[in-house]
């Protein structure tokens, strides 16, 4: 499975950037009893039905070409991330950036998984959140997920 991901990943990447898109993820797994082969794009503006309609028509028949699923049968996806996915890439961290998040850590630190803050920084090695209380930086690779805060 990691090797269908790595090939749409390699070539495909470009071809949905070169479209004014960014590619989030891709993801190859099982739903409903059948496989799913899932493009998640995005954008500044945020991504319609439209978007996905665009970028499904320009793969599909590049993915019929390159074959990585080695003939087996999937159903193709391409969405939106929607608002409630984790913050994975320095992309999605850059673009929330002052924005209020939920940090989850694997193991507890001083009894605390979980913590709520602005995201104020960010490197390839770690994460600075803002609490009402102070500043806190994490080691990214102790980071389970970082989600924003939605409020209505």
């Not at 978007?51 to 969405?79: A, G």
Request: hydrophobic share 35%.
């Amino acid at each position: 499975m990691a090797k269908v991901k790595q090939i749409c990943e390699e070539k495909l990447k470009s071809v949905i950037e070169e479209m004014g898109y960014e590619l989030v993820e891709v993801s190859y797994e099982k739903e409903n009893g059948e496989m799913s082969l899932i493009f998640t794009i995005d954008k500044e503006e945020g991504i319609t039905i439209d978007d996905c309609e665009t970028v499904t028509r320009k793969i599909d028949p590049i993915l019929e070409e390159i074959n990585p699923t080695d003939d087996k049968p999937y159903t193709l996806v391409v969405s939106s991330p929607g608002l409630d996915r984790p913050l994975k890439t320095d992309r999605d961290l850059k673009r929330n950036l002052e924005k209020e998040v939920d940090l989850n850590l694997f193991a507890k630190i001083d009894g605390k998984k979980a913590f709520t803050g602005v995201l104020t920084a960010f490197d390839e090695k770690t994460v600075t959140i803002k609490t009402e209380k102070e500043q806190l930086v994490f080691d990214r690779e102790k980071v389970a997920s970082i989600k924003l805060v939605i409020k209505f």
